[in-house]
């Protein structure tokens, strides 16, 4: 295990110094906790030299003050003075496809108006509010989304690259608040994150000769970072994560996201994500391989992967310079993450 972890995970802890001046010290004292605080900062660093995925650890980040006004105002009502809206009445309110509408037992899918790929739809809750949702609905999502999938390849077989993604509220990119998911099918490559993983399984085994994805798992439950959700389901909390309280679930290869065992794992996870950990805008995305599998997806499972994006409420982005180009920073711990959902 010492060896896989020697292949799937580096970390290395720095120390900053600061000097802060005397009229700073009432300050830093009531945002930080206390002046030591900031004299001296541990960072944590950690890469994973296999996949040159990394995250910089800076426990501070999270506590620090946000100009601007307060957001005192109130999620439910921002979210309830969009009722109405055209997801309110889908078959009025978005485009169909070509080939019609998937109706699940409590979504509908409509076209995308604004294409992001040849096909696009948008999975459209019954619901009007985004974080009205259950295990049920969840399940339905992954249900309806990979049938919007499967009749999309049949009129058009060159499509086999599947992906369901979920941004809830704006925080996450969402532009419209009522509840919605989105399906693309696409053609050529995969997605290129999704693209990029089967090529760093396919280096992996090459030079280790190991499942790149299980030993990731296997190395993660070593360190107490993961709970099992079903047989051959596991969630995990990311060590070097995208952006804060990022969450994997991850299935067997071969396993398909519909499994009851996968979709309720991923349900559960997100129902605790809300409830437990209060998170209220959050992405989602499903990492699968090709419909039509083709050479090198063999050792890739079904992935869902969260991640937190903050206050709604608050207004600068969670996501700056060092997110889009460097290092992602990170403010809370994956340790403190998988306890608070166990
Ligand atoms: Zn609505």
């Given at each position: 295990?010492?060896?896989?972890?020697?292949?799937?995970?580096?970390?290395?802890?720095?120390?900053?110094?600061?000097?802060?001046?005397?009229?700073?010290?009432?300050?830093?004292?009531?945002?930080?906790?206390?002046?030591?605080?900031?004299?001296?900062?541990?960072?944590?660093?950690?890469?994973?030299?296999?996949?040159?995925?990394?995250?910089?650890?800076?426990?501070?980040?999270?506590?620090?003050?946000?100009?601007?006004?307060?957001?005192?105002?109130?999620?439910?009502?921002?979210?309830?003075?969009?009722?109405?809206?055209?997801?309110?009445?889908?078959?009025?309110?978005?485009?169909?496809?070509?080939?019609?509408?998937?109706?699940?037992?409590?979504?509908?899918?409509?076209?995308?108006?604004?294409?992001?790929?040849?096909?696009?739809?948008?999975?459209?809750f019954d619901a009007h509010d985004p974080l009205a949702f259950d295990v049920e609905l969840v399940v339905d999502?992954?249900?309806?989304?990979?049938?919007?999938?499967?009749?999309?390849?049949?009129?058009?077989?060159?499509?086999?690259?599947?992906?369901?993604?979920?941004?809830?509220?704006?925080?996450?990119?969402?532009?419209?608040?009522?509840?919605?998911?989105?399906?693309?099918?696409?053609?050529?490559?995969?997605?290129?994150?999704?693209?990029?993983?089967?090529?760093?399984?396919?280096?992996?085994?090459?030079?280790?000769?190991?499942?790149?994805?299980?030993?990731?798992?296997?190395?993660?439950?070593a360190l107490g970072l993961t709970i099992e959700l079903a047989d051959g389901v596991t969630l995990v909390a990311?060590?070097?994560?995208?952006?804060?309280?990022?969450?994997?679930?991850?299935?067997?290869?071969?396993?398909?996201?519909?499994?009851?065992?996968?979709?309720?794992?991923?349900?559960?996870?997100?129902?605790?994500?809300?409830?437990?950990?209060?998170?209220?805008?959050?992405?989602?995305?499903?990492?699968?391989?090709?419909?039509?599998?083709?050479?090198?997806?063999?050792?890739?499972?079904?992935?869902?992967?969260?991640?937190?994006?903050?206050d709604p409420l608050g207004r600068p982005s969670d996501i700056g310079a060092m997110e889009l180009y460097a290092?992602?920073?990170?403010?809370?711990?994956?340790?403190?993450?998988?306890?608070?959902?166990?």
């Amino acid at each position: 295990m010492r060896e896989r972890a020697e292949r799937l995970i580096e970390a290395r802890v720095v120390v900053g110094h600061t000097v802060p001046p005397v009229e700073l010290e009432p300050w830093l004292a009531a945002t930080f906790g206390s002046v030591d605080a900031v004299l001296a900062q541990e960072i944590v660093k950690v890469r994973n030299p296999s996949t040159l995925e990394a995250t910089l650890f800076a426990p501070l980040r999270a506590r620090r003050p946000v100009d601007g006004p307060s957001a005192a105002r109130d999620l439910a009502a921002e979210i309830a003075a969009t009722v109405g809206d055209p997801f309110c009445h889908p078959e009025s309110g978005t485009p169909s496809e070509v080939t019609g509408r998937v109706r699940g037992a409590r979504v509908v899918t409509g076209a995308n108006a604004a294409l992001g790929d040849a096909h696009h739809a948008v999975i459209v809750f019954d619901a009007h509010d985004p974080l009205a949702f259950d295990v049920e609905l969840v399940v339905d999502v992954l249900r309806t989304g990979r049938a919007w999938a499967e009749r999309s390849r049949s009129d058009d077989p060159e499509s086999v690259n599947y992906l369901l993604i979920w941004n809830c509220l704006w925080r996450a990119g969402g532009s419209i608040i009522h509840g919605h998911a989105q399906a693309l099918l696409g053609s050529g490559p995969h997605y290129a994150r999704i693209d990029r993983l089967r090529h760093d399984v396919a280096s992996y085994a090459a030079a280790h000769g190991g499942d790149l994805v299980e030993e990731l798992v296997a190395v993660h439950r070593a360190l107490g970072l993961t709970i099992e959700l079903a047989d051959g389901v596991t969630l995990v909390a990311n060590l070097t994560p995208v952006k804060e309280r990022e969450l994997l679930v991850v299935g067997t290869a071969g396993m398909e996201e519909t499994d009851p065992r996968f979709a309720d794992a991923v349900a559960r996870t997100l129902v605790a994500y809300r409830d437990r950990l209060g998170v209220r805008s959050f992405n989602l995305a499903l990492w699968r391989p090709p419909l039509a599998l083709a050479d090198g997806w063999e050792l890739v499972p079904p992935i869902a992967r969260i991640v937190d994006r903050g206050d709604p409420l608050g207004r600068p982005s969670d996501i700056g310079a060092m997110e889009l180009y460097a290092t992602p920073i990170v403010g809370t711990d994956p340790f403190e993450l998988i306890d608070a959902l166990r």
